[in-house]
T-cell receptor
Framework: RKEVEQDPGPFNVPEGATVAFNCTYS??????FFWYRQDCRKEPKLLMS???SGNEDGRFTAQLNRASQYISLLIRDSKLSDSATYLC?????????????FGTGTQLKVEL | EAGVAQSPRYKIIEKRQSVAFWCNPI?????LYWYQQILGQGPKLLIQ????????DSQLPKDRFSAERLKGVDSTLKIQPAKLEDSAVYLC?????????????????FGPGTRLLVL
């Protein structure tokens, strides 16, 4: 299994739809997880952190399933401005501390 | 608060040439990271500095890539000689660097990146 694996998409959804992305990880020792958002030709920016079973911030909900080693991101009432690539990020412990390991990203396109 | 600064924003070179990128992290951030992001992939960590010391450079192709952070503030990443497969966006990020451990991960703030095209 890859360290971090995501469905690359693209997910094309109409405005107002609910969409969910999954991400699986291989390192069972990882305890915190992140979703970053990356707009086209821009740098990644932190969207949400997940330290326990889940986290909710407005229209965005991140959930963690440690037994199955996957995290998910749910976006409700999609907006055109949500169109971006969503990167699943898992810290992997190395000799020097944590190394953030990024998935390939899932591309979301919200359409009228 | 000023963000992470990088220059140049774009660079086009021919293979076998050399190139250098510069990064100035957010003021007060002890940890600095260089990532390589190839089109269609997520960022891959090349090297991590804590102040002026290297914490992790396991994925840095040391035969051609080098990086330094001599005074523990800004950093340069160099490629010499460049290959076609080095075409990518090189992202610099920084974090406070005050806490470690799997149970906590500091937020990393990314710069705008340098887009490198090797012809």
């Amino acid at each position: 299994r890859k360290e971090v694996e995501q469905d690359p998409g693209p997910f094309n959804v109409p405005e107002g739809a609910t969409v969910a992305f999954n991400c699986t990880y291989s390192n069972s020792a990882s305890q915190s997880f992140f979703w970053y958002r990356q707009d086209c030709r821009k740098e990644p920016k932190l969207l949400m952190s997940v330290y326990s079973s889940g986290n909710e911030d407005g229209r965005f909900t991140a959930q963690l399933n440690r037994a199955s080693q996957y995290i998910s991101l749910l976006i409700r009432d999609s907006k055109l401005s949500d169109s971006a690539t969503y990167l699943c990020v898992v810290p992997i412990l190395t000799g020097g501390g944590n190394k953030l390991t990024f998935g390939t990203g899932t591309q979301l396109k919200v359409e009228l | 608060e000023a963000g992470v600064a990088q220059s140049p924003r774009y660079k086009i070179i021919e293979k076998r040439q050399s190139v250098a990128f510069w990064c100035n992290p957010i003021s007060g951030h002890a940890t600095l990271y260089w990532y390589q992001q190839i089109l269609g992939q997520g960022p891959k960590l090349l090297i991590q500095f804590q102040n002026n010391g290297v914490v992790d450079d396991s994925q840095l192709p040391k035969d051609r890539f080098s990086a330094e952070r001599l005074k523990g503030v800004d950093s340069t990443l160099k490629i010499q000689p460049a290959k076609l497969e080095d075409s990518a966006v090189y992202l610099c990020a920084s974090s406070l660097g005050s806490r470690t451990g799997l149970s906590y991960q500091e937020t990393q703030y990314f710069g705008p990146g340098t887009r490198l095209l090797v012809l």
